[in-house]
C-alpha cells in the first residue's frame, strides 16, 4: 500500500457518463489514452448500479440524459456515504448561468461546457485529483507511521462490507497489538516507542495487495483487512507480517519485538465494521492471555477483554 502522490494519470479510474454514444467515444478515447482508466455509463441508473461494483477516482458526467438527468444524479451519489466524496465534473451542453451555479452548488469539482477541448479537459482533471490527493494527505493518514488513520481506515473497511452485501464474498479483519508496548516507552523513551510502530508499519505493508486496507486504529493498534480472504488464509498472512516484525526490530532495544493479532472472518462473525473489531479484539485478547507473540482466529467461546 502507498500513501504517496501518483505521478501519472493511469493510476485514476474515471467514471464516463455519457448518452451521446459519439461523445461517450470520444472521452473514452482521450482519457484512455493519457493513461486513465476508464467505465462508461450511458445513463444516471446505469451508473450508479456500476458504482455498487467498481471503485473510481472520478466522475464525469452530462446532464441532459434521458431516465434520470446529471444533477439528479448528483443529488443520488451525495446520499451515499460512500460515494460523496469522488470528485465529480459536470460536461455539458448546458452552459447558462444558472446551470453552471446549480451543478457547482452540488459541490461539483469542475463545471465545463460543449464544444470542449480534450487537453484542456485532461489538465483539468490531473489538477482536481492533485489538490484532492494534497487536501486529503493529512486528513486521511496517520501522521507518525503513515497508515490510514482511525476515520478513514472504518470507511475504507465498511466499503468493502457493503460489497458483501451486494456480492457475497468473505474477508478478514485482523486486530493486533504490540506486546509489551508500554514497557518499551517507560523502559526505552517514546522515540523507541515511535521506531517500534514505524517497524511494525513497515512489516505491515511490505507485500500486501493493493485492494488490502491497513491503517493505525490507535496507541499499539492496528487494524488490517484483506478482502477475498478466509480467516485461516488471514491468519497465515499476518504470521507472516509477525516474522518480519521480529526481523525489522531485532536490533532495537533488548531484541525483536512481537504483536499479538486476531482474526475475524466477514461476514460469518460479522457484517459491520464495529462488530468484527470487537470479535477480531476478542482474539488478539486470547492470544495475549496464552502467551503473546500469536494470531488466533476468532471462537464463540471467547472471553471479551475486561
Known amino acids: 500500500m ?27 478515447y482521450t482519457l484512455s489514452s493519457a493513461g486513465f482508466q476508464v467505465f462508461t ?27 434520470m438527468d446529471g444533477f439528479v444524479m448528483r443529488e443520488r451519489i451525495l446520499q451515499d456515504g460512500v460515494l460523496r466524496d469522488i470528485p465529480f465534473v459536470f460536461l455539458t451542453a448546458k452552459g447558462t448561468s444558472e446551470d453552471q451555479i446549480r451543478g457547482l452548488s452540488t459541490g461539483a469539482d469542475e463545471y465545463v461546457t460543449k464544444p470542449f477541448d480534450p487537453q484542456v479537459l485532461v489538465a483539468r482533471i490531473n489538477a482536481i485529483m492533485r ?16 497508515l490510514l488513520n482511525r476515520q478513514t481506515l472504518e470507511r475504507d473497511v465498511q466499503r468493502e462490507l457493503a460489497r458483501i452485501k451486494r456480492y457475497p464474498s468473505h474477508g478478514s479483519l485482523v486486530f493486533l497489538d504490540i506486546d509489551g508496548f508500554k514497557q518499551v516507552n517507560d523502559q ?7 521506531r517500534a510502530l514505524l517497524h511494525l508499519a513497515s512489516a505491515l505493508t511490505k507485500d500486501i495487495r493493493s485492494v488490502d486496507i491497513v491503517g493505525r486504529y490507535g496507541g499499539e493498534e492496528f487494524v488490517l483487512y484483506f478482502p477475498e480472504t478466509p480467516e485461516p488464509v488471514g491468519v497465515r498472512i499476518v504470521e507472516r507480517m ?19 493479532a486476531g482474526v475475524a472472518e466477514a461476514p460469518r462473525d460479522g457484517a459491520d465494521f464495529a462488530t468484527l473489531v470487537e470479535k477480531a479484539d476478542q482474539a488478539m485478547y486470547t492470544a495475549k492471555r496464552q502467551g503473546k507473540a500469536q494470531v488466533i482466529g476468532w471462537r464463540p467461546d471467547m472471553v471479551p477483554r475486561t
Open 41 to 67: 455509463a450511458a445513463s444516471g441508473p446505469e451508473a450508479l448500479r456500476k458504482l455498487e461494483i467498481v471503485m473510481v477516482d472520478l466522475i464525469v458526467s452530462d446532464v441532459m440524459m434521458r431516465d
Open 242 to 260: 509477525m516474522a518480519m516484525f521480529r526481523n525489522l526490530s531485532k536490533n532495537e532495544l533488548n531484541g525483536p519485538l512481537t504483536f499479538s
Open 2 to 28: 502507498s500513501t504517496d502522490l501518483p505521478d501519472e494519470p493511469r493510476h485514476y479510474a474515471v467514471l464516463v457518463v455519457e448518452d451521446d454514444p459519439h461523445t461517450a467515444e470520444l472521452l473514452s
Open 188 to 194: 526505552f523513551g517514546h522515540a523507541a516507542g515511535d
Open 131 to 146: 489538490r484532492r490527493e494534497n487536501f486529503s494527505r493529512v486528513a486521511r493518514l496517520d501522521t507518525l507511521t503513515g
